[in-house]
């Protein structure tokens, strides 16, 4: 969608509510040719009933039999264009572990890894050191690295991996990776990609300098490499695009970051689905976009857990009659990606959707479900970008285009 | 569709004819979840017929999700994408007072306002002055004021609106609206927007100089704005562009004005549906496409009167074995828009189509309905722009691409 063409179309006056709840990696796949999907074996009757008075169909937020990230596929449902719209790596990492990314900051993924004496790099991952090492080894760069003018932040991610960024004026991403992804080679010298950047990356070569100094003489972690570097992206605003005041709940940092990402507000973490629904009867009314998330069905989904990910499914199913209770015009029910537990990963399938509105069509659909959705009148493999200004007219928020 | 690439697959001494029937916001909603839209209700045999021997699917004009204006609307059935193709409101205003626009003309829609002493606007439409007092107001203008060298013409639209034309040599229509669109606000000075509208410009000045001296004291109605000044679009010809010669039939003025913009020869104005298909059978051996249009299913949707949607259906079904015994090659049956009577307003929710032709291939539809369109093999929302070359290929008026 052209935001542009969105623009004059919005009502000043509209108060229309729309939920869009996300059941990460909702999509799924039968265990045999014949058999059925997470969300058709799951019992849930709620969902069922609103599937019959709603419009549905499939969605995808990337070039379709393309899988995509959590991060890009969570665009695609606030109307963004994932190609269009590039998070950097650094930006991802940093939003996956809660870090409050500011608009001065730069940040990386980093890895410790193994060099010889050369400096060539025989270990990308310093053979998987524990979480509790790359704990320690972030507190000792972060104690003895000193680089003028700008803060420093070290986070630990999972084992070798963690965080980088700098905080500062005039600071800009557009520096190259350190990392040459491949052993047998040294790590790269990073350098500005534009003029702009040519300050950022002299305090990432002296970074790179001070921090190899200090870590010459540990094992097996001796060094470490950096790639994608980036800032927080200057983007339109989800509300100034749609005209709407949103809100965003949910239990994990990285779909939190995200929705900041694209400037909604954010709520604190909750910590389980049914608080997820406290909230957002708690914020009901300050708000009119309520972007809920609910991480576990992906997470049952990447461990091969079909009975885990059937589960949840029903037991989010039992939380529609408090979303129902709040009197919403419009409910989103999709996922961000399909993450079928036979493939223990996050896959390409096409994410079974719904669509309830006060003002649907309803599409002769009996309940919610992949195979169903391939009856809906949204379309079996629509784009994740429809559905905001999809939302926004059966909400009757928009003007009509034209006379 | 890239009229560039149709230019050469158009066949010189092709015949087949197409008719294409439009009833405007044919597009419907059920009352309640479970119930039937218009078209489905409505008992319509004769398209039933033919919905078992066509191609249907549901299609859309403007990006999905947006509900379009009806001049838009029927750009988009005739192949011309509405959002690259643009029409000024003020050539609209004209096409819809049945306004003769010619090529020299550059038309702009006028609202009469109340102004202070300070021309501060406290007032923009007036107090919604009788269409009486508004004919008399224009009438008055057109007596006093003189423009050399142009012809002007005021023609009064409903209530405080009117339609502005100049008519001469050498305008263009690209200058700045004087309407401030908010009361507490003075009229803006209106300005050329490019080099060649400066003659345009200076004489729209003049007009609001000796407009606002003749009308300083009248009441309500003191002073006036003007907006979306605009001449007739030179666009690609619809004979050209389809290879077809085509004839419109339509009861109201927009509609024949939208056909006239894309250089269709327009019938004067039909008083019933029963004389449209009297015209369609006295020229049907002079043309080969036919574009009849159908206002009163709009009307009854508007109104929110659901009955009356569905009898104007019953009624345009009984007409049908008349347009099927001319032995059209191409009948095309559907809607500009939706226009729901549970919502009295033009909507966003893809149009219902059929395709009949001898050259069909059924999809198994046992009906013609919303519903039943779901299942059809145009799809469930596809680009009103596909209509016309699917309708030549049906026709055999188009060769192959390639060899």
């Known amino acids: 969608m052209n935001f542009e063409l969105i623009k004059p179309l919005l009502k000043e006056d509209a108060k229309g509510k729309i939920v869009m709840l996300v059941m990460d990696g909702l999509g799924g796949l039968p265990l045999t040719p014949d058999g059925k999907t997470e969300l058709e074996t799951a019992k849930t009757p709620h ?3 609103l599937a019959k008075e709603a419009e549905l169909g499939l969605h995808h937020s990337v070039p379709f039999g393309i899988t995509p990230g959590s991060g890009q596929a969570h665009l695609g449902l606030f109307g963004y264009d994932p190609i269009k719209y590039e998070i950097g790596r650094g930006v991802l990492s940093a939003l996956g572990i809660d870090f409050d990314l500011g608009p001065n900051d730069v940040a990386a993924r980093g890895n ?32 003895k690295i000193n680089l003028p003018g700008v803060e420093l932040f070290l986070e630990p991610e999972k ?33 500005a990609l534009k003029p702009d950047a040519e300050k950022t990356a002299e305090l990432v070569r002296e970074f790179v300098r001070q921090g190899n100094e200090i870590l010459k003489s540990e094992h097996p ?24 005041n949103s809100v965003a709940i949910a239990m994990y940092p990285m779909y939190r970051g995200v929705a900041k990402v694209v400037g909604m507000t954010v709520l604190h973490p909750a910590e389980s689905m049914s608080q997820e629904i406290d909230m957002l009867e708690e914020y009901w009314d300050k708000h009119d ?33 408090r979303i129902m209770a709040l009197d919403p015009d419009v409910l989103i029910i999709t996922g961000d990606h399909s993450t079928p537990s036979k493939l223990k990963a996050h896959s390409w399938h096409p994410i079974p959707t719904m669509l309830w509105s006060k003002n649907a069509r309803p599409d002769r659909v009996e309940s919610f479900g992949e ?22 007219s059966h909400a009757l928020r928009l003007e009509k285009f034209g006379a």
Chains 1, 2 share one sequence.
């Not at 070798?160 to 990392?179: I, N, P």
């Not at 060094?223 to 709407?244: C, E, I, Q, T, Y």
């Not at 309520?290 to 037991?315: A, L, Q, R, W, Y």
Request: proline fraction near 5%; include cysteine.
């Open 159 to 191: 084992e070798y991996r963690f965080v980088f960024v700098l905080r500062g004026e005039g600071l800009d991403g557009h520096v190259s990776d350190t990392d040459p992804q491949a052993v047998g080679k040294k790590a790269h010298v990073p350098e």
């Open 371 to 392: 195979r169903e959705c391939l009856k809906g009148s949204l379309g079996s493999r629509f784009d994740a970008n429809d559905l905001l200004p999809l939302a926004l």
């Open 289 to 321: 976009f309520f972007f809920v998330h609910i991480k576990k069905t992906d997470s049952f989904g990447e461990d091969g857990n079909f009975d885990g990910k059937v589960g949840i499914i029903e037991e989010v199913d039992a939380l529609i009659p």
């Open 47 to 49: 969902m069922d009933q």
């Open 221 to 244: 972690a001796n060094s470490f490499v950096l790639r994608g570097f980036a800032g927080m992206p200057k983007w339109p605003k989800f509300n100034d695009v749609w005209g709407l």
């Open 112 to 143: 410790f890894c193994t060099v010889d004496e050369n400096g060539v790099i025989t270990d990308r991952r310093a053979g998987r050191i524990p979480t509790e090492e790359g704990q320690r080894l972030c507190n000792l760069l972060k104690e």
